[in-house]
């Protein structure tokens, strides 16, 4: 398989603005962000930044773009992703592989309906505190992202390709070999915190020390873990300290994007968390009350938002 040089990143908001900007910065890449108007002109006139750093990266219309993408990184809300997801077909080729860095259990199916699963691999970020206002994105901590096939027992050549290309990014991955365990353990993350954040309207540093905050996070997690043990996931109880861990490392004034939705007024993805465990929970036979309960609270704050 030949080296990723063509990058293109659908989705240029707190999570794709910085992989492209890591992805412009390095060199070896040709990197485009993939965007219709107005997105595409305002992205054209003002450019990213990251960091106080100004990036002025090539923008591309969805139906103007004729050659194949070696890599492309989807970083869409999944609310976004049904009406977006077609705008990539003139990017997709035979060659060409789709990462999802978004949240939740359904992205890469998602793709993979319409491109292909042989193009699809998993992903997850793990541990970035991306943060965005307008086009203005600031992190403290870039984070991690774990990614393969479901299995990566021994990596393919697709999934090393990869790896070659995020490390030439200088961006730190990771293949595990279970993917879907990793899949379900940064769901049972966002199920809580990012639930939970948006609810009490508390950046991250309140869950590193209040109990009262811990508490209602740990109550939607173990929803999670019932769950996860019921689908024969490997995911177990220390697992919810194994977040602890990353969660002490992110800034406390660091917000999780659900909680900037809640505060830009923007719709969250709370049918990819809550919705999907109440939905999961009684197709399975597991009780899901806690997120019943934010499911309701975190629509009311979408119907009465400013
Ligand atoms: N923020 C974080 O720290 C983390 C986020 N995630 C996950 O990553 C995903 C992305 O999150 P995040 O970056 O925070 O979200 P943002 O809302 O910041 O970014 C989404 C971007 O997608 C753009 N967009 C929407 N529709 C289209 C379209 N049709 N064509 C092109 N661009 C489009 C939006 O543009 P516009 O602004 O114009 O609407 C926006 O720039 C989510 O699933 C989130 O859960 C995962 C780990 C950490
Ligand atoms: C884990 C967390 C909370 C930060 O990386 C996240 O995924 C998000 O903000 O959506």
Redesign the pocket.
């Known amino acids: 398989m030949k080296e990723i040089k063509n990058v293109a990143i659908f989705g240029a908001g707190a999570m794709g603005a910085y992989y492209a900007s890591r992805f412009f910065e390095s060199s070896g890449f040709s990197t485009v962000l993939l965007a219709r108007n107005p997105r595409h002109d305002r992205l054209k006139a003002e450019g990213l930044t990251v960091n106080g750093k100004h990036y002025s990266i090539p923008v591309v219309h969805p139906d103007e773009t004729a050659s194949p993408a070696d890599l492309i990184i989807v970083a869409l809300k999944n609310h976004h992703l049904p009406e977006a997801a077609h705008d990539l077909k003139n990017l997709v080729g035979e060659g060409t592989t789709l990462i999802s860095v978004m ?1 939740g259990l359904d992205s890469e199916e998602y793709l993979g309906s319409i491109y292909g699963m042989d193009k699809v691999l998993y992903a997850i ?5 991306a943060l965005r206002q307008g086009n203005e994105i600031t992190y403290t901590n870039p ?1 991690k992202i774990y990614f393969g096939e479901s299995d990566n027992t021994i990596p393919n050549e697709r999934v090393l390709n990869v790896r070659n290309a995020f490390e030439r990014a200088g961006l730190a991955s990771e293949i595990p070999a279970d993917m879907m365990r990793m899949l379900w353990w ?1 769901f049972m ?2 199920v809580g ?2 639930q939970a954040s948006a609810v009490m309207r508390v950046p991250y540093g309140v869950f590193q020390t209040s109990p009262d905050a811990q508490k209602l996070m740990e109550m939607l997690m173990r929803e999670v873990l019932a769950l996860a043990h019921r689908l024969r996931v490997n995911l177990v109880e220390q697992d919810l300290n194994e977040w602890s861990k990353v969660l002490n490392s ?1 800034s406390p004034q660091g917000k ?3 909680l900037q939705d809640i505060e830009a007024g923007r719709k969250t993805e709370v049918e990819s968390f809550a919705g999907k465990m109440v939905e999961l929970g009684k197709i399975h036979g597991i009780p899901t009350p806690a997120n019943e309960v934010v499911l309701s609270i975190i629509h009311v704050l979408e119907q009465t938002r400013a």
């Open positions: 949240n970020a793990v541990g970035i505190d984070g940064k993350i966002n915190i990012n992110l999780t994007s659900m």
